[in-house]
């Protein structure tokens, strides 16, 4: 993306951006919207994987179980990944992550590890040409999920 589209694009998440939505300027490169969703499973049809991509906090993916539960993300084009933000299911509920990681097409794996139900984790990438992020729950508590997962693109020179 050019420098003269993104100042645009900038301006208008700025605009359109609200307290309850994830959309702040120091993420105007998150490309998880552009990618297909796909999950293990769903505790039911309000528990979507869309829900993981919709910057929407109070939206949540939630898996029946605790155990080996991923969501998928697939891109039409490979990307360049700076970082991946992970932020953990945020209800009331006691659902917290015990093991997991990330996946990457290239055949990459950075192991995540915990995140306590309302936590985040930070997974530095910086990887060119990737397909797909698949995040694997191994273990964790009640009906484990995501309420977001951004992918941060990175500059490519």
């Not at 698949?134 to 990175?154: D, Q, R, T």
Request: aromatic share 10%.
């Amino acid at each position: 993306m050019g420098k003269k589209i993104l100042i645009p694009i900038i301006l208008l998440i700025s605009l359109l951006c609200t307290p309850s939505i994830i959309c702040s300027q120091s993420f105007p490169d998150n490309l998880a919207g552009y990618a297909d969703v796909t999950v293990s499973d769903e505790y039911n049809y309000d528990y979507s994987g869309y829900n993981a991509i919709d910057r929407q906090r109070q939206s949540d993916w939630a898996a029946r179980g605790a155990r080996n539960k991923w969501i998928l993300l697939n891109w039409p084009y490979p990307i360049n990944i700076s970082f991946i933000k992970l932020i953990n299911r945020q209800t009331g509920v006691f659902d917290p992550i015990n093991s997991s990681e990330l996946i990457l097409s290239d055949g990459s794996i950075f192991y995540v590890g915990t995140i306590k139900t309302h936590g985040r984790k930070l997974i530095n990438i910086n990887r060119e040409g990737i397909f797909w992020v698949k995040y694997l729950i191994h273990s964790g508590v009640n009906n484990v999920g995501l309420s977001e997962i951004l992918v941060i693109g990175a500059d490519t020179k």
